[in-house]
């Protein structure tokens, strides 16, 4: 995907920077701090809520603005090339955003951070040499090879050390290892499905707003069912602010993959668990083990290699 703009670039880098650095800290602070009251499902209702009300605030404002009713707009959009296709692609966004941000909001609570983001991270870069048709390497093999034994090594050494990580038990860190896994899996396809709107001329903001919709009835149904939103009464000021910093963070990576495109954004992402262990233990103070730290930096490394590698041979 070519840079739509001179200064594409750099705000792709900051809009990623911000990303990644704010997606660490919510997870740690969620893990570490608020798990221990709030259930996830509470986090994820609130954090997507926000996402739906600011655009009917900003389509409403630009309503009031051009005087257009609400009827002509919609029948214009129906009108538009590509309706169709946009349908089925916001249809596919819901339905794996829901699925990552279930599996990854618990695999936090038996994972540490950082193994989680290892291994979520890792698969893409696992996956896409089959879903792109590329040829493997005998270097793409040999790398593979070693992101996968040392996320393999992160979840045995890092797991069930996390706040709610069941001590350490191994059912614990399976459950974990699985779910990370799956929200990988949903994260790798998230991002080229939001690549593949931003060619049909969908603005990254109202992309992050309607991926959304599925995650709000689904937490808010199991919410009710449950009585997890009485848990909100304990850290209500927390969640608020939380869901607010949630939702610009999640607004930057969509302009990410609007300004860099699917492939370099993804990259960028491979250094999702180094921030998430520098974050944890320069922020929070919250010590990482030496050994697990240095293998967590290791694969995430070693996975920049393996995706700049693939990309040259993708784009061949």
Sequence with gaps: MKLQYKGAAVGGVVALLVFLSGDAFRMIYSAYFLYREIDPFVLMFCFSLLSLISLAGLMLRDWLRSGVKFSCVVTDFRQRAGFVRCVYLYGLI???????????????????????????????????????????????????????????????????????????????????????????????????????????????????????????????????KFDFFSTIEVAWVDVVLLSSFMFLIQVSLQFAIAWLGASLTTIGLSAAPAFAVLIQSVFFKITVDSIVASVIFFNACVLIVLTVEQRKRVSR
């Design 94 to 224: 819901n339905f794996f955003t829901l699925l990552s941000w279930a599996s990854g909001f618990w695999a936090i609570k038996y994972l540490l951070p950082g193994a989680f983001s290892s291994i979520a991270v890792s698969v893409g870069a696992i996956i896409l040499p089959f879903t792109q048709g590329v040829r493997l390497s005998v270097l793409n093999i040999l790398l593979s090879i070693l992101v996968v034994l040392s996320a393999v090594f992160i979840a045995s050494a890092g797991g069930g050390i996390a706040v709610s990580g069941a001590s350490g038990s191994g059912a614990g860190i399976n459950a974990g290892i699985v779910l990370s896994i799956l929200c990988g899996i949903a994260i790798y396809i998230n991002t080229r499905v939001s690549a593949r709107l931003g060619v049909l001329k969908q603005s990254p903001i109202k992309v992050n707003a309607l991926r959304s919709i599925l995650v709000v009835f689904c937490c808010f149904g199991l919410c009710l």
